[in-house]
């Protein structure tokens, strides 16, 4: 079996192909929504089958997303205006607006505990765009979330598969799934409104199987945008930590 076919090119596949003895059961998967190599050159699946050679080859497409919940793929699937039945039912995803950078830690921490409280075994994931945002952010989430779930780094094989907080960058999340995804400064610079864009949000979309929300200082990207103005995402407030009793009564 071979996953992720819509980042092959013809040649590769070909290859592949040619490692076995024979192609009778081989079975290749992937969504085009999903496509983000953008210098794969994908030649699309009927054209993939006869330049192969695999006769009798037949393509079928899955329409029911066994992995998110129906608000999820409501989004998935307005972002690439496809159609497909998700069997659970769910929460709406929000998109949370924050003053500043503290403001965004507020709210990861909040929907991580939410998400941890509900789910004991839950797995959390915090995306960024950019994989040298990672680091400054699991320093500043890990004694937030100190005694509440683990904070760690997801990059390459240094992936941990267990309950806690992942934080990671975009390119590292393809293929996988988690309990929650929290995506950080959804803008239009980082998600912008191209083909390739639309891939991208999609495939990190459809990572998350009962929670998904946004947060960010800046205007949300036009491909949320238009979520956001369709009813599919809440925009919800700030959230203000409650002060300690001991902090109130504690002189200025």
């Known amino acids: 079996m071979l996953d992720e076919a819509q980042d092959f090119g013809a040649v590769e ?8 003895r024979s192609r009778t059961g081989v079975t290749i998967v992937g969504d085009l929504n999903q496509k983000i190599v953008p210098d794969a050159d994908f030649i699309g699946w009927d054209q993939l089958a006869a330049e192969l050679g695999i ?35 769910g929460a709406v995803p929000t998109f949370v607006r ?15 505990r939410a998400a941890i409280q509900s789910n004991p075994d839950a797995h959390v994931c915090v995306v960024v765009r950019s994989p040298d945002a990672v ?42 799934e988690f309990d929650a995804v929290v995506l950080v400064e959804p803008t239009e610079a980082q998600w912008p409104d191209t083909a390739q864009g639309r891939r991208d949000f999609y495939t990190l979309v459809t990572r998350a199987r009962d929670a998904l929300d946004f947060v960010g200082t800046g205007k ?27 902090e109130i009564d504690q002189p200025l």
């Open 13 to 20: 596949l070909a290859v592949i192909l040619g490692a076995v």
């Open 55 to 89: 006769e009798g080859a037949t393509v079928t497409k899955l329409e029911i997303a066994h992995r998110s919940t129906r608000p999820i793929m409501a989004i998935a699937d307005a972002i690439v205006g496809d159609a497909s039945t998700a069997e659970r039912d």
């Open 98 to 112: 924050a003053a500043d950078d503290d403001g965004v830690l507020d709210v990861i921490e909040a929907r991580a």
């Open 135 to 176: 680091g400054a952010l699991v320093d500043a989430l890990a004694p937030r979330l100190r005694g509440v779930a683990a904070v760690r780094r997801g990059y390459n094989k240094e992936f941990v598969f267990t309950p806690g907080v992942t934080v990671t960058n975009f390119r590292q999340v393809k293929g996988l």
């Open 220 to 246: 949300p990207a036009a491909l949320l945008g238009r979520a956001i103005d369709a009813g599919l995402v809440t925009v919800a407030e700030e959230e203000v930590p409650a002060a300690e009793i001991e």
